[in-house]
């Protein structure tokens, strides 16, 4: 009896084989630390489908960043468009984020390797470029939740970093500790307490002014 050929990947699975492969290995070993002929064996195909989708390996991580951040920032944006009050956006956020930090760690490690190394490291990335947009996004929100009565005590700037900080510190300190659970009551906790702060008041305890300047 004839053995019958596997079908042939599409082209859409092969390039994902390839970025998933390099996630698994730029947030283990580094950019530096890992080889084109790695990625191409984890994922299972040869070097010329990986030059077919990409130019280098500094292109391959380029792209594969660049993913991640869409992925965030296009999250935000859909909760931001589709969840009415400000208390509900953030903590649709915050657990969003959570179960991204938890179902692929790697992902956090990535982000942590781009924005945490020194500038003479790996690729050159507009990573101001890349934060900002998701950044951006979290100051529309607070600065809505301010015309709306739902927030005070600062701008919209200080709000967002306060709220990032927070979010993103538990974030961090999960991928040290991947036995911690991110859990959902836990960010709804989190907006909670923020809220207690920066929640709308006659005659707020602060009035927070950022003191970073965002192009």
């Not at 191409?40 to 660049?66: Q, S």
């Not at 400000?86 to 649709?92: E, F, G, P, S, T």
């Not at 956020?93 to 956090?108: L, Y």
């Amino acid at each position: 009896m004839a053995t019958v050929a596997p079908a042939p990947k599409t082209v859409n699975e092969a390039e994902s084989k390839l970025l998933e492969s390099a996630l698994t290995l730029f947030s283990e070993k580094g950019y530096e630390g890992t080889s084109i002929r790695e990625i191409i064996e984890g994922a299972g195909v040869t070097r010329p489908v990986l030059y077919y989708y990409f130019e280098n390996k500094e292109d391959l991580f380029r792209r594969l960043v660049e993913i991640k951040f869409t992925e965030f920032t296009n999250q935000i944006e859909a909760i931001k468009s589709s969840v009415p009050t400000c208390a509900d956006r953030l903590k649709a956020i915050i657990r969003k984020e959570f179960v991204i930090a938890e179902r692929s760690p790697e992902t956090v490690r990535l982000i942590l390797q781009v924005f945490f190394s020194l500038p003479q490291q790996g690729p050159r990335l507009d990573k101001t470029r890349l934060a900002h947009a998701r950044f951006r996004l979290l100051e529309d929100i607070m600065r809505d939740g301010l015309e709306r009565n739902e927030l005070s005590g600062g701008d919209a700037q200080s709000l967002a970093l306060v709220f990032l900080g927070i979010m993103d510190m538990h974030i961090m300190a999960k991928s040290n500790r991947p036995e911690t659970r991110l859990t959902p009551d836990l960010a709804d906790g989190l907006v909670d307490l923020f809220l207690a702060g920066a929640g709308f008041r006659e005659a707020p305890v602060t009035a927070l002014v950022s003191p970073y300047t965002f192009g």
